[in-house]
């Protein structure tokens, strides 16, 4: 099977994508403009089913992320805060700052984070010939 038939094997919906997603998970976004949209919103349709799930990103760009606007079922965590976080923070109290010094990201990620995530959900660029993908800036963040 070539990569481009495996690639289109695999491909779902955006709901289908966060049906993985379960109450308490711990989700990854990713950074910058990685922001998964289309997933945000379907994820944010499924609010009334769930409870606790944690949102980690950093530096939340526009659109304000549709779970924002749920926070008995989403808590946003940003780790640089930025000027939407403060926005949702203010507006929702649903965005939360988690300090962090960037060059101990990937040991956080590592040995803190990683083990407990459950779910990372980023987007990407197209599939490439070899079958890669492109993450563009959010690549810093030990996906």
């Not at 530096?59 to 992320?65: D, K, Q, W």
């Not at 976080?85 to 939360?96: L, T």
């Amino acid at each position: 099977m070539s990569h481009t038939e495996e690639y289109q094997s695999k491909l779902v919906t955006a709901a289908e994508a966060v049906s993985v997603v379960k109450s308490g998970d711990i989700v990854e976004y990713g950074f910058f403009n990685g922001k998964p949209i289309a997933c945000d919103i379907a994820l944010a349709e499924r609010h009334e089913e769930l409870e606790e799930v944690q949102i980690f990103t950093a530096v939340t760009l526009p659109p304000v992320p549709e779970v924002a606007k749920h926070p008995d079922s989403f808590v946003y965590h940003d780790w640089q805060f930025s000027k939407i976080s403060r926005i949702m923070q203010r507006d929702f109290s649903v965005a939360w700052y988690c300090p962090s010094l960037y060059h101990r990201g990937p040991i956080m990620y590592r040995e803190q984070m990683g083990p407990m995530r459950n779910v990372a959900i980023v987007q990407v660029g197209p599939m490439d010939e070899h079958g890669y993908f492109n993450l563009g800036p959010q690549n810093s963040t030990g996906i």
